[in-house]
Nanobody
Framework: QVQLVESGGGLVQAGGSLRLSCAAS????????MGWFRRAPGKEREFVGS?????????YYADSVKGRFTISRDNAKNTVYLQMNSLKPEDTAVYYC????????????????WGQGTQVTVSS
């Protein structure tokens, strides 16, 4: 059974930074695309960004976070990260880690596993 456990959330002032981690167990993340989503209060879950399974880890981001957020992966630690800089109050949400269920495909609609989420609150 694949488990994804997020950590690193918290309360930060606008303009600050946080780094979220997603530790996977039960399966290697090598050859699987990984991603981050978020759900703000009263809103539906939305895509934040993803990182390809390919060597070099091509990344994709929502327009709302492009240039501020960076996804990276450490295959040796079976962990994916989300570095969030220049945080804004509208970034306040529960952030979820996600993993594709298929090897050798970009995340797309292939999410098979979700973490439990970590709360990020950005104060103005």
């Amino acid at each position: 059974q694949v488990q994804l456990v997020e950590s690193g959330g918290g309360l930060v002032q606008a303009g600050g930074s946080l780094r979220l981690s997603c530790a996977a167990s039960g399966r290697t993340i090598i050859n699987y695309a990984m991603g981050w989503f978020r759900r703000a209060p009263g809103k539906e879950r939305e895509f934040v960004g993803s990182i390809s399974w390919r060597a070099g880890g091509r990344t994709y981001y929502a327009d709302s976070v492009k240039g501020r957020f960076t996804i990276s992966r450490d295959n040796a630690k079976n962990t994916v990260y989300l570095q969030m800089n220049s945080l804004k109050p509208e970034d306040t949400a529960v952030y979820y880690c996600a993993s594709s269920g298929n090897k050798y495909t970009d995340l797309g609609n292939t999410v098979a596993y979700w973490g439990q989420g970590t709360q990020v609150t950005v104060s103005s």
